[in-house]
């Protein structure tokens, strides 16, 4: 007799498959959903932040205006801040400039360019010098090229001076058994070396080069404050200076702030008080939009602050440094 051949749940197979299937095609249906959105959200980001870029380096129509340059930190002679004070100089739209400075100065050669830009803007256009926290060395060489000088009451000034630093590691090396020797066509060729005490005719030599840059600091704070070289010479011994000291002695010209700097403008210089003042800020050195960092920076200060470790990027901005320095040591 003839028997079906039968196999148990034959039907519950290609169910469990389908099943089986069709989870596997929503699973890579949803994968691919999500790629696509992730891939959307990603160009939606990448399009804002060309967009803000963009934004911040478009530059508007100005009009006549009176310059805001912001002279910050340390002064190296940036030349793209040189090239903006040249194009400033030339343009019929700046009237004026108010030069912000908040800076323990730099290098004596950026300390010296920056005075000579700034002292050919002044020759065809008013300048006013408005102190912030710190204009001292260097950052008050870059003072004295305005005008006329305005400070707060609890301004850091002063600070006339030069001062040629080298490390010397000789000890430490002696310390962990290290010797450095040398061939060199003469005895004062690359001194200071820092590997070994520094000859005493090393060190009359960089005396000399200190001695000059210091005439010439001095040579400018006489003939730009009128002041006699002996009344300079007292003036410079290094010190410091509050704001409301400065006035005293006369390395300043007022208590105030950029108010006061823009009625002076508009009293002496005849320049329209109604003009609105206008950050410039030097050119990028390429033609590429770049991302304004300025709040990264402010969050790592802020990071380094709570961390009682606010000076370190000041300090490795003054290890950078090299030569003959304009610049106020304190907190470095």
């Known amino acids: 007799m003839f028997r079906p051949f039968f196999i148990p749940n ?45 934004a911040g380096n478009y530059e508007q129509p100005r009009g006549p205006h009176v310059a805001r340059l912001e002279v910050n930190g340390l002064i190296t002679g940036d030349e793209r801040q040189l090239k903006l004070i040249r194009d400033m ?64 009451g609890n301004t850091i000034t002063g600070s006339i001076g030069v001062i040629f630093s080298y490390p010397d590691v000789s ?32 060190k009359v030599v960089m005396q000399e080069m200190v001695n000059d840059g210091f005439v010439w600091f001095k040579g400018l704070v ?41 009625q002076w403008l508009a009293k002496e210089k005849q320049i329209n008080a109604d003009l609105e003042t206008l950050t410039r800020e030097p050119p990028s050195t390429d033609n590429k939009p770049k991302l304004n960092l300025s709040w990264g920076r402010a969050a790592a200060d802020t990071i380094l602050a709570s961390l009682g470790l606010d000076g370190l990027r000041q300090k490795a901005e003054v290890v950078k440094l090299d030569g003959l320095l304009v610049l106020w040591r304190a907190g470095y």
């Open 10 to 54: 034959a039907c519950a197979i290609p169910l469990r498959m389908t099943h089986d299937i069709d989870h596997i095609l929503n699973h890579i249906s949803l994968k691919k959903s999500r790629r696509r959105w992730r891939m959307v959200a990603i160009a939606a980001i990448a399009a804002l932040v060309v967009g803000l870029v963009a």
């Open 222 to 262: 006489a003939e730009r404050r009128k002041l006699d070289s002996a009344t300079v010479d007292r003036l410079a011994d290094g010190r410091v200076y509050s704001g409301r000291q400065a006035l005293t002695v006369k390395l300043i010209d007022e208590l105030g702030t950029e108010v006061e700097a823009r």
């Open 89 to 152: 100089t030339t343009e019929d739209d700046v009237k004026a400039m108010i030069i912000r400075i908040d800076s323990p100065g730099g290098t004596t050669v950026g300390s010296e360019a920056l005075y000579e830009e700034l002292r050919k803007f002044g020759a065809k256009k008013p300048m006013v010098a408005v102190m912030d926290s710190v204009a001292a060395s260097g950052g008050y060489i870059t003072a004295i090229s305005a005008d006329r000088i305005y400070a707060r």
């Open 171 to 202: 000890q430490l090396l002696n310390t962990i058994g290290v010797k450095m020797e040398e061939v060199k066509s003469g005895e004062l060729k690359a001194e200071p070396s820092g590997t070994h005490p520094v000859p005493e005719k090393a």
